[in-house]
Nanobody
Framework: EVQLVESGGGLVQPGGSLRLSCAAS????????MYWVRQAPGKGLEWVSS????????YYADSVKGRFTISRDNAKNTVYLQMNSLKPEDTAVYYC??????????WGQGTLVTVSS
């Protein structure tokens, strides 16, 4: 069974940092692109970042570029999202997602990030 379990969310003040983790199991993690997708309260899904199977290629939405960093540790079957200089508009549920040929086919349960003073 494919499982993706996010952790690391919480309440942080504007300008602060958080690191999200996503532990994967039930599939060959090192063979897949992984994505982070978020959903702000009352809004639709927004792609945040992607990383290729080996970790050498990364992409970011313009809204997070320069502030967020995606990475992965294939030995630990884990993908990370380091979030710095957080803004209130980064408040959202963050999902870890597996991708197959750019199709998002497995989602975690999400972790809530709240940026507020």
């Amino acid at each position: 069974e494919v499982q993706l379990v996010e952790s690391g969310g919480g309440l942080v003040q504007p300008g602060g940092s958080l690191r999200l983790s996503c532990a994967a199991s039930g599939f060959t993690f090192s063979s897949y692109w992984m994505y982070w997708v978020r959903q702000a309260p009352g809004k639709g899904l927004e792609w945040v970042s992607s990383i290729n199977s080996g970790g050498s290629i990364t992409y970011y939405a313009d809204s997070v570029k320069g502030r967020f960093t995606i990475s992965r540790d294939n030995a630990k079957n884990t993908v990370y999202l380091q979030m710095n200089s957080l803004k209130p508009e980064d408040t959202a549920v963050y999902y870890c997602v597996r991708a197959v040929a750019a199709r998002l086919d497995a989602w975690g349960q999400g972790t809530l990030v709240t940026v507020s003073s």
